[in-house]
């Protein structure tokens, strides 16, 4: 749970509160909390006192090799120009190389500025008529610009030294995390650092979509992204009059690492202390001379209630000093009680207003009157570090409003959070296969120097919007499609006509084949076919082949599936009322199987099973008065005691099916069986399923332990613990072997199995699960279930599983041209052999996950081709084949890889790698491994492509700027980090689910979605901006909603109006709305509509019904909310972003010396 208590600087929205009751505030020295786990990044516990370096020699600037002076400075301005690798409020990059406009510049100091928080006149520096002052030299120690704060903490500042124009100071603050091509107020030319833009010639080391130094350009309302970490800014040239040097060198000594006093690692101010205690409130380092100590408060990321820590300190603190502070002393100056720190510096410049974040909190606009006690050390400025929200908007501004064409070779999608159409011309659409990147390397030396994985998220049935075509269905007739003789490849727009038409060379394995005389055609002036558009496998990148029927099991043509309902009617079952509600439910819904397009009616059969110790089938033939049940009570030897009657057609049963429904409930009323079996309930199915000599489903509704005499018995193993010791991974491998056997016959039949699980103890998901994931199926799971809280969203999931797109019997295989092939899957399926993935069933919400390997080498002319074929028996009993082809650019220079990568799909690969890690190895060792791989992508970035620069600087590849935030998250993640409340069957589960994710749901998984309510704009169809994962956006007076495609959360703050609460709630006060709401009451006002309008567009984008779980702020429930608020710390010991990021650097500055 990812609440942190930590002491916090000043009371954030603007009033001191006293600790949330219910669970302990720890106490200022930096102990613990009782109870909470150490974090596995043992190396940063706050700052250690201890070490006392020398002050290094003055007048020296590491990165710039030459001596510098301190240049003045206007404090009015809340612009001064950037940095050379300055994060700064970002602007669309200029076009052209010329010097940044007048907004980059620090104004004459006569001129006003206000800050952007809507505060009324309160200005940003010193008043205007003061004299400008000296500017700090760059290097000094942590001063006050570097890390923002909430606004309305501001009342504690006093300065250290000469306030920095317009706090820009995060000079040494994130040791040079450039973060790279933010958009400064103007950018340079390619590569350039944000230093004047003539002085460093671009270098081919940092690069951009467009060619202008910078990836996305940020507008100005959007706040500055953060960001960048690309771009190596090169540092060697002098700084702006006005402006701190940004080599932002970050003091380097890691506590518990011994000092360096040259190397520039995240220091040891900027750690918090891993766990969630509060950090010691010691100052960054020795006061330079002249100069005073108390610097702003430091926002922390994470927690919001306490007030700033008493210190009995007057003087100086003592402190570990910085390593790295180079530089003449700063000049003497008093602390400037009216200097605002910015609240949302980017590296401590004003920062437009975040995205959808509105200014700050509202709080007491008391600017800096009475100094306050000295601030805990400093930290990173959250504000300054890439931000998950800028990238997604920009990519929203940027990309979403043009058609996305397939026609290129080696295109990177818009991000999966943009909203884009697709027009196919040849490659397949992102929304069926989405790659880790479309540059690939041509060698496999350098794809191993980079450690970047090539893989492919595929998603066969993939649902398209409705303004999309569906792929075409193409019938060749009896010959079947045309394939190359010697790899199988199918015909597509990658296949090479020759000799006039009369052969083709296969794209793939390069063999040349005869055109079947029926397939001839000419060929133009070009080459081309002259029916090349009329041709789907001539011009698209995904289509159907009919299937002949030499691809269908012992050539014949397949019945139409099956659907079995097989309903557990033991006590627990029938006392919740969920026998009674699956009964209603089924009446009605067998009325939605699914059929194809133009048929009338479903072809799907369906039959009835109940079970508790025994098994109960059901003749619902259609020429019954009333349904027969036959019981089988020997479960050891299951077989199905009747075969005509049991799989019936809906409409020619429906009397006899809709009077079992009836009767089921009132049969079992009484019941006093508590005892079930399982895996005779599987078997009975498939014996069923291969009687009628068909495919089909098996739909389980099962509540417990099955610990009955039968196969397939299991014991209650659960142990807490084994957690954080080598034998955890049992936790997650099945008890037995038996399901994995059993499973393998599911296939073999076409029998998939989803499984509906109503727990209210230890039911061993990971052995349950286990025929439902190597089928291909979907486990849905619903903890002490209760009818009037979780009925809503078992039935709507009830309903979305049976209606859903099916493709039973399926078999799945990648080809790849020559120089790559694929290696590894990862995905609900089972595999006989090294390239056939079987499924028994695949849906729409699936995805398959392929590795691929270098096994020779790829020149950058002819690329890299996948082709995904995929054979599938319809709703209807057709046999099909559906092609996806995509086309991928081959690269020599490592620069062009990291261009080209997509970090959502390769978080998506790593967070599935890990999870199928835990089953073999140790967790820590699972995690340990995701961070070394991640530090050694970043660090052949920074070695290979970056621009040479201090090896202080964090310097992230453009596209992968938020690879540490979204790594981070997948090592917080319940199964790789589970707290204490967290059960043994939700980590199985989470487990089960991710293998299967697509690329969108992995991304608000792991980043879940945070939007303020109380600024939806009521009149329009727009959701409101997102916000940050952090406790320190919220505000007491606002309404957030937060989504993870599981749950949606609603927090209510402690200050929200009356009218809010009465308009969204129905109730007066905030005490009175009810934390067990299910949904928001239907109320007639326009904030109702709205949020309901919201909430209902969130449960249509996610394949799963998501539960509404109401938060009131300091209510007990809140634990869970925040353990979603991911870029702070985690109760579980998870790190926050910021000392992730720290972590990471450190990591990858270890790999670069």
């Not at 932002?248 to 360096?260: E, I, K, M, Y």
């Not at 499609?481 to 020759?498: E, G, H, S, T």
Request: charged share 15%.
């Amino acid at each position: 749970m990812s609440v942190n208590q930590q002491a916090h600087t000043g009371p954030p929205y603007g009033q001191p509160q006293p600790g949330y009751q219910g669970y302990q505030q720890s106490a200022y020295g930096g102990q613990p909390l009782p109870g909470v786990p150490q974090s596995q990044y043992g190396a940063y516990n706050g700052p250690m006192p201890g070490y006392q370096q020398p002050v290094p020699p003055q007048g020296y600037f590491p990165s710039l090799g030459f001596p510098s002076k301190g240049s003045s400075v206007s404090l009015n301005s809340d612009t001064s120009s950037l940095a050379p690798n300055f994060i700064g409020s970002l602007r669309a990059p200029p076009t052209s190389g010329a010097p940044p406009p007048a907004s980059g510049a620090s104004l004459p100091s006569g001129h006003l500025t206000y800050n952007q928080f809507g505060h009324g006149d309160v200005q940003n520096g010193i008043p205007a008529s003061a004299a400008p002052m000296q500017r700090p030299p760059a290097s000094q120690p942590f001063l006050p610009g570097s890390a923002p704060t909430p606004v309305s903490q501001i009342s504690t500042f006093q300065q250290y030294g000469p306030t920095p124009a317009s706090v820009q100071q995060l000079s040494n603050h994130m040791a040079g995390m450039t973060i790279g091509s933010t958009t400064a107020p103007a950018p340079p030319p390619a590569g350039l650092g944000y230093g004047p833009p003539t002085s460093v010639p671009p270098v081919s080391g940092s690069f951009s979509a467009t060619g202008s130094g910078l990836y996305t350009p940020y507008t100005a309302s959007q706040g500055p992204s953060p960001t960048s970490v690309s771009q190596g800014l090169p540092l060697a040239q002098p700084p702006f009059p006005g402006q701190p040097v940004s080599t932002q060198r970050l003091p380097t000594q890691v506590p518990g690492f011994a000092p360096s006093p040259s190397s520039t690692g995240i220091g040891p101010s900027s750690y918090p202390p891993s766990t969630g205690a509060p950090r010691p409130p010691t100052m960054p380092g020795p006061p330079l001379p002249g100069q005073t100590v108390a610097g702003p408060p430091m926002s922390q990321p994470n927690h919001v209630s306490s007030p700033p820590p008493p210190s009995t300190m007057s003087g100086p603190h003592p402190g570990p000093p910085m390593s790295g502070l180079h530089g003449p002393p700063p000049p003497t100056h008093p602390p400037q009680p009216g200097y605002q720190m910015q609240q949302n510096g980017s590296f401590g410049q004003v920062r437009g207003p975040q995205p959808n974040y509105g200014g700050t909190y509202p709080g007491t606009p008391n600017y800096g009157s009475q100094p306050g006690p000295p601030p805990p050390p400093k930290r990173l400025d959250p504000d300054s570090i890439p931000s998950p929200i800028q990238v997604i908007e920009d990519d929203r501004s940027n990309r979403g409003s043009e058609p996305f064409v397939t026609g290129v070779r080696g295109q990177v999608p818009p991000l999966v959070t943009t909203n884009f159409l697709v027009k196919d011309q040849g490659n397949a659409s992102p929304r069926y296969i989405r790659c880790t990147s479309y540059n690939i390397p041509c060698t496999s030396d350098m794809a191993k120097q980079s450690q970047v994985p090539l893989a492919a998220v595929i998603k066969p049935l993939a649902t398209l919007p409705p303004e999309e075509t569906l792929p075409y269905l193409v019938d060749h007739g009896e010959s079947g499609p045309v394939r190359c003789n010697r790899c199988k490849a199918y015909m597509c727009p990658f296949m090479q006509f020759i000799e006039g038409g009369r052969r083709f060379q296969c794209c793939f394995c390069s063999c040349v084949t005869e055109v079947p005389p029926h397939y001839f055609q000419h060929l133009d002036h070009t080459g081309k076919r002259v029916d090349f558009y009329d041709r789907p496998e001539l011009s698209l990148g995904s289509y159907e082949f009919l299937a002949t029927v030499d691809y269908c099991k012992n050539n014949k043509f397949p019945s139409p599936p099956a659907f079995i309902f097989m309903i557990d009617v033991s006590y627990n079952a029938v006392k919740s009322g969920l026998v009674r509600l699956i009964c209603e439910e089924l009446k009605s819904l067998l009325d939605y199987l699914p059929r194809e397009g133009n048929m009338e009616e479903s072809a799907i059969r369906v039959g009835f099973v109940t079970y508790n110790k025994v098994l109960h089938f059901y003749n619902v033939k259609s020429s019954l008065a009333q349904p027969q049940m036959m019981v089988v009570s020997d479960v050891a030897d299951m077989f199905v005691p009747l075969l005509d009657g049991f799989l019936v057609n809906v409409n020619e049963s429906r009397t006899v099916i809709a009077s079992l429904l009836d009767q089921i409930p009132e049969m079992f009323a009484d019941t006093r069986e508590t005892e079930t079996v399982f895996a005779p309930v599987i078997q009975a199915g498939l014996e069923a399923l291969k009687a009628a000599e068909c495919a089909g489903k098996l739909f389980i509704f099962h509540t417990s332990l099955p610990i009955a005499e039968a196969p397939g018995k299991l014991k209650n193993r659960d142990d807490k613990k084994l957690i954080n010791t080598d034998k955890e991974k049992t936790l997650f491998q099945p008890q037995t072997s038996f399901y994995n056997n059993l499973a393998k016959d599911c296939v073999a039949q076409g029998c998939c199995v989803d499984l509906f699980l109503f727990p209210n103890q230890y039911l061993d998901v990971a052995t349950l699960g286990v025929v439902t994931y190597q089928t291909g199926g979907s486990i849905y799971k619903y903890a002490y279930f209760q009818l009037e809280t979780d009925q809503d969203r078992f039935l709507n999931d009830l309903r979305r599983d049976v209606q859903k797109e099916v493709g039973f019997d399926a078999v799945m295989r990648v080809r790849t041209s020559t120089g790559i092939r694929a290696t590894d899957f990862f995905g609900a399926f089972y595999m006989s052999n090294t390239t056939d993935v079987e499924m028994a069933g695949l849906d729409c919400n699936k995805t398959i996950t392929v590795e691929f390997k270098h096994d020779d080498k790829l020149s950058e002319d002819s690329g890299a081709l996948l082709q995904c074929a995929l054979l599938y028996t319809s709703c209807a009993g057709q046999r099909r084949l559906r092609i996806h082809n995509l086309s991928l650019n081959c690269c020599t220079q490592l620069a062009d890889l990291y261009r080209n990568c997509e970090t959502d799909t390769l978080i998506n690969y790593l967070a599935k790698y890990a999870y199928r890690g835990v089953l073999s190895s140790p967790v820590k060792t699972v995690r340990d491994a995701l961070i070394n791989q991640c530090a050694q992508i970043l660090a052949c970035y920074r070695k290979n492509c970056a621009s040479p620069s201090s090896a202080g600087q964090l310097i992230l590849p453009e596209c992968m700027k938020l690879l540490p935030v979204y790594l981070n998250c997948v090592l917080k993640s319940d199964v790789l980090q589970p707290g204490p409340e967290v059960t043994t069957d939700d980590r199985a589960y989470i487990r089960q689910l991710v293998t299967s994710m697509d690329v969108a749901e992995t991304n608000v998984f792991f980043y879940p979605r945070l939007l303020p309510l109380t600024k939806a704009d009521v009149d329009s169809d727009s959701l409101p901006a997102a916000i940050r994962n952090s406790e320190e956006r919220l505000s007491k007076g606002d309404i957030y909603l937060l989504e993870n495609g599981l749950n949606i959360f609603v927090w209510v703050g402690v200050n929200v109006q009356q009218g809010l609460i009465q308009n969204l709630f129905g109730v007066s006060s905030f005490s009175q709305i009810s934390n067990t709401l299910s949904t928001l009451p239907v109320l007639e006002n326009p904030f109702s509509k709205k949020v309901r309008s919201i909430v209902d567009m969130l449960q249509v984008q996610r394949s799963r019904y998501m539960k509404l779980i109401i938060v009131k702020q300091e209510d007990k429930l809140e634990m869970l909310f925040k353990h979603f608020l991911v870029e702070d710390k985690s109760l579980s010991g998870g790190a926050s972003y910021v000392d992730f990021l720290c972590h990471m650097h450190k990591e990858i500055r270890q790999l670069l010396s």
